[in-house]
């Protein structure tokens, strides 16, 4: 509140407006920016103020990466070095390259000009001086009497970016957004301008349900991002409350929209202070009480959608197994679009007698074309060394880059260059190409190679980015765009979303494995943790080739029954995630009784194969009582087979386990997390059936 209470009295003392008032209706804005402005005016601004009744015209003069030292040698030289990006006041957009400021300065009679620096000093105070004020200095004089000047703010980096300017920062992005806070607000007091807080309004959207889920690449922002923004520019502009407006734009949802709205909103109020909603935390809100957990009835999974009730496997394989894929797949998970996509696969590197003579080495890239663009996804591949035949294999997709699996110093790593464009803010590879957060070996707990190899099991694996990022970008960077249509920029509502994008990825590695040699094709056991898990059961429901399908901790839209609303709920995961499912999805948002499915019907789209659901004792998020649940009354659907099930057990306590003849279920002592402990449980299963 101090922060806020400041600003306040700064700009009442120097008679500087909270906003800007322009022609009649009409207000005209030049903003003199970057890549950044680009984000924050060029997409919603005019819309915005459209629903509101105002006319904006925008100018932007875009020069990627320009700082404010940068803009004013250009006033100087009067260099046409500019795109002069324009909104008219029909929203029609052109675009004009080789401007100068100068030029701009006279293009129209400018209401409001506004200046940022670049992203990576925007926290470094003495990058904004003598150079803003030299601009403010330059632009009085070539434009109209009363123009209001303001700073644009710039915002920090997601958490895991690997821009290289977040190492001024310390790669922590609190101490970005306080040091653009302390920068920001200094200049605007020293030169008695406006401020458009929109870092403030972004680090306050983080701070909802919806968390760092703002960019596309790490530091640029995404379609909500992009509106947060714009929203923050309405709101210092017009000095009107943002929220209300009915101006949503395709692909985001009403919640993201009213999230975005009053952030922008509090970030106006309080421009220098971060305004806590409330939902700082995900388990915020959250049931966690099994008294709460609400009645329900699961629905039928041997019910058609005629009435008639299933009475053998083979009218569950032709009546009903096909009816609930199709609901699966156009209510949640999203269809695969056709598309004519070739893959082809080169070596790229292979070793034998490799960690101490235990295994065989090899990777593999996969490359993807359509007559559009291309997408390269990098196998990693550990066989047992020495196997007389193809050996049984577990496929998984992992987190952060196939070199955090084993400290194999001859794992390839993904060029430096391509991470941010390829896979954004989780990339995991390690910003000097050393050993640090995510080094090598460091997610070595969840991938027990020797225990695997010794066993007789070779492990397969890909980084979950190399397919699809796990952010909002828009489906721009991964897998998507080599299935639009001409003209398309964004999947069908009922088109798949990311979770399926990495299920199609497991199914292509699987095409792939039909051809090595070292791996025995028919014996391949899906294996994911988390989100991965959900991605591993939707891979085992729609590709019956898997011989055997494991998820550990799925959860939500994974093994758990959606009716409990026990830890992440439909809404929350859709809130939080909103790339991972198809838009149909979101409609059951506080709505799971409405679903045409839950959770135990996806389970039984895997039988009569085996099945594995593994839970921690202490990952209520993931409701592990749910999962057990689930796969309890996936049985019916099994027993059709001729086979148990789980419909008799009971559910069992940390470190225990209940196995059948084609079902098993554990709960390891612990955590969110995949285990050597739940391996060993994972491999004696499948000894049963991949070594016949």
């Given at each position: 509140?101090?922060?806020?209470?400041?600003?306040?009295?700064?700009?009442?003392?120097?008679?500087?407006?909270?906003?800007?008032?322009?022609?009649?209706?009409?207000?005209?804005?030049?903003?003199?920016?970057?890549?950044?402005?680009?984000?924050?005016?060029?997409?919603?601004?005019?819309?915005?103020?459209?629903?509101?009744?105002?006319?904006?015209?925008?100018?932007?003069?875009?020069?990627?990466?320009?700082?404010?030292?940068?803009?004013?040698?250009?006033?100087?030289?009067?260099?046409?070095?500019?795109?002069?990006?324009?909104?008219?006041?029909?929203?029609?957009?052109?675009?004009?390259?080789?401007?100068?400021?100068?030029?701009?300065?006279?293009?129209?009679?400018?209401?409001?000009?506004?200046?940022?620096?670049?992203?990576?000093?925007?926290?470094?105070?003495?990058?904004?001086?003598?150079?803003?004020?030299?601009?403010?200095?330059?632009?009085?004089?070539?434009?109209?009497?009363?123009?209001?000047?303001?700073?644009?703010?710039?915002?920090?980096?997601?958490?895991?970016?690997?821009?290289?300017?977040?190492?001024?920062?310390?790669?922590?992005?609190?101490?970005?957004?306080?040091?653009?806070?302390?920068?920001?607000?200094?200049?605007?007091?020293?030169?008695?301008?406006?401020?458009?807080?929109?870092?403030?309004?972004?680090?306050?959207?983080?701070?909802?349900?919806?968390?760092?889920?703002?960019?596309?690449?790490?530091?640029?922002?995404?379609?909500?991002?992009?509106?947060?923004?714009?929203?923050?520019?309405?709101?210092?502009?017009?000095?009107?409350?943002?929220?209300?407006?009915?101006?949503?734009?395709?692909?985001?949802?009403?919640?993201?929209?009213?999230?975005?709205?009053?952030?922008?909103?509090?970030?106006?109020?309080?421009?220098?202070?971060?305004?806590?909603?409330?939902?700082?935390?995900?388990?915020?809100?959250?049931?966690?009480?099994?008294?709460?957990?609400?009645?329900?009835?699961?629905?039928?999974?041997?019910?058609?959608?005629?009435?008639?009730?299933?009475?053998?496997?083979?009218?569950?394989?032709?009546?009903?197994?096909?009816?609930?894929?199709?609901?699966?797949?156009?209510?949640?998970?999203?269809?695969?679009?056709?598309?004519?996509?070739?893959?082809?696969?080169?070596?790229?590197?292979?070793?034998?007698?490799?960690?101490?003579g235990l295994a065989d080495r090899k990777q593999v890239k996969l490359t993807f074309s359509s007559g559009r663009r291309q997408l390269e996804v990098d196998l990693l591949i550990y066989s047992p060394s020495g196997a007389e035949a193809?050996?049984?294999?577990?496929?998984?997709?992992?987190?952060?880059?196939?070199?955090?699996?084993?400290?194999?110093?001859?794992?390839?790593?993904?060029?430096?260059?391509?991470?941010?464009?390829?896979?954004?803010?989780?990339?995991?590879?390690?910003?000097?190409?050393?050993?640090?957060?995510?080094?090598?070996?460091?997610?070595?707990?969840?991938?027990?190679?020797?225990?695997?190899?010794?066993?007789?099991?070779?492990?397969?694996?890909?980084?979950?980015?190399?397919?699809?990022?796990?952010?909002?970008?828009?489906?721009?960077?991964?897998?998507?765009?080599?299935?639009?249509?001409?003209?398309?920029?964004?999947?069908?509502?009922?088109?798949?979303?990311?979770?399926?994008?990495?299920?199609?990825?497991?199914?292509?590695?699987?095409?792939?494995?039909?051809?090595?040699?070292?791996?025995?094709?028919?014996?391949?056991?899906?294996?994911?943790?988390?989100?991965?898990?959900?991605?591993?059961?939707?891979?085992?429901?729609?590709?019956?080739?898997?011989?055997?399908?494991?998820?550990?901790?799925?959860?939500?839209?994974?093994?758990?029954?959606?009716?409990?609303?026990?830890?992440?709920?439909?809404?929350?995961?859709?809130?939080?995630?909103?790339?991972?499912?198809?838009?149909?999805?979101?409609?059951?948002?506080?709505?799971?009784?409405?679903?045409?499915?839950?959770?135990?019907?996806?389970?039984?789209?895997?039988?009569p194969r085996p099945l594995y659901v593994a839970s921690g004792s202490q990952d209520r998020w993931a409701d592990p009582e749910g999962e057990f649940l689930s796969a309890k009354a996936a049985s019916e659907v099994y027993r059709l087979?001729?086979?148990?099930?789980?419909?008799?057990?009971?559910?069992?306590?940390?470190?225990?386990?209940?196995?059948?003849?084609?079902?098993?279920?554990?709960?390891?002592?612990?955590?969110?997390?995949?285990?050597?402990?739940?391996?060993?449980?994972?491999?004696?299963?499948?000894?049963?059936?991949?070594?016949?």
């Open positions: 509140m101090k922060a806020r209470l400041a600003a306040i009295l700064f700009f009442l003392a120097t008679g500087v407006a909270l906003h800007a008032s322009g022609q009649g209706d009409t207000l005209r804005i030049l903003s003199i920016g970057n890549s950044f402005s680009v984000d924050a005016v060029e997409q919603n601004l005019h819309e915005i103020a459209a629903d509101a009744g105002k006319v904006y015209i925008i100018g932007n003069m875009y020069i990627g990466g320009c700082s404010l030292e940068r803009h004013y040698g250009n006033t100087l030289s009067g260099a046409g070095a500019y795109s002069y990006r324009k909104v008219d006041a029909e929203g029609e957009r052109s675009v004009n390259k080789n401007f100068s400021i100068p030029e701009a300065l006279a293009d129209e009679n400018w209401d409001v000009v506004t200046f940022q620096q670049s992203s990576p000093f925007s926290g470094l105070p003495a990058s904004y001086e003598p150079w803003l004020g030299r601009l403010i200095a330059y632009a009085k004089p070539r434009v109209p009497e009363g123009v209001k000047f303001y700073f644009h703010q710039t915002w920090a980096y997601s958490e895991d970016s690997l821009n290289p300017a977040y190492s001024n920062y310390g790669c922590d992005q609190n101490l970005m957004y306080e040091s653009i806070m302390a920068a920001s607000q200094a200049a605007v007091e020293r030169h008695g301008i406006g401020i458009i807080p929109c870092g403030t309004a972004i680090q306050n959207y983080r701070a909802t349900w919806y968390r760092d889920n703002v960019n596309r690449d790490g530091y640029h922002l995404n379609l909500a991002g992009r509106y947060i923004a714009a929203a923050t520019w309405y709101c210092t502009l017009s000095g009107q409350d943002v929220r209300g407006n009915a101006y949503r734009p395709e692909h985001l949802s009403i919640g993201q929209v009213k999230a975005a709205q009053e952030s922008a909103w509090a970030a106006y109020q309080s421009p220098f202070e971060v305004t806590d909603f409330g939902m700082r935390t995900r388990d915020r809100n959250v049931n966690y009480d099994l008294a709460l957990v609400p009645d329900f009835k699961l629905p039928d999974a041997l019910l058609c959608s005629s009435g008639m009730k299933v009475r053998n496997s083979a009218e569950w394989e032709h009546l009903r197994r096909p009816e609930l894929l199709a609901l699966f797949e156009r209510e949640m998970f999203g269809k695969v679009p056709r598309a004519d996509i070739a893959m082809k696969s080169e070596v790229l590197e292979s070793a034998t007698g490799v960690l101490g193809p050996s049984p294999a577990f496929l998984g997709i992992n987190f952060i880059g196939n070199h955090t699996v084993c400290a194999d110093p001859s794992i390839l790593l993904t060029p430096q260059e391509n991470m941010q464009k390829r896979y954004g803010s989780y990339a995991g590879i390690d910003r000097n190409k050393d050993a640090t957060r995510y080094g090598r070996g460091s997610m070595n707990s969840r991938w027990p190679l020797e225990m695997i190899l010794r066993s007789g099991y070779a492990l397969v694996t890909f980084y979950r980015g190399d397919i699809d990022p796990d952010y909002d970008d828009g489906f721009y960077n991964g897998i998507h765009p080599l299935f639009y249509a001409d003209g398309q920029t964004y999947p069908e509502r009922d088109e798949w979303g990311t979770i399926a994008a990495w299920s199609w990825g497991l199914s292509r590695v699987l095409d792939y494995l039909e051809t090595d040699s070292s791996v025995d094709a028919s014996k391949v056991a899906v294996v994911g943790h988390s989100r991965l898990g959900k991605a591993a059961l939707w891979a085992g429901a729609t590709d019956q080739r898997f011989a055997m399908v494991v998820s550990n901790g799925s959860g939500c839209g994974g093994a758990a029954l959606s009716r409990r609303a026990y830890g992440e709920t439909v809404e929350i995961i859709n809130r939080s995630f909103p790339h991972w499912f198809c838009a149909n999805f979101k409609k059951y948002g506080g709505k799971e009784n409405k679903l045409p499915f839950d959770q135990h019907e996806l389970l039984a789209l895997i039988a087979y001729g086979f148990k099930g789980l419909s008799r057990a009971k559910m069992p306590g940390a470190g225990g386990a209940v196995t059948s003849d084609r079902m098993a279920y554990h709960l390891h002592e612990g955590k969110h997390d995949i285990t050597p402990f739940d391996w060993e449980r994972f491999i004696s299963f499948a000894d049963k059936f991949l070594k016949k």
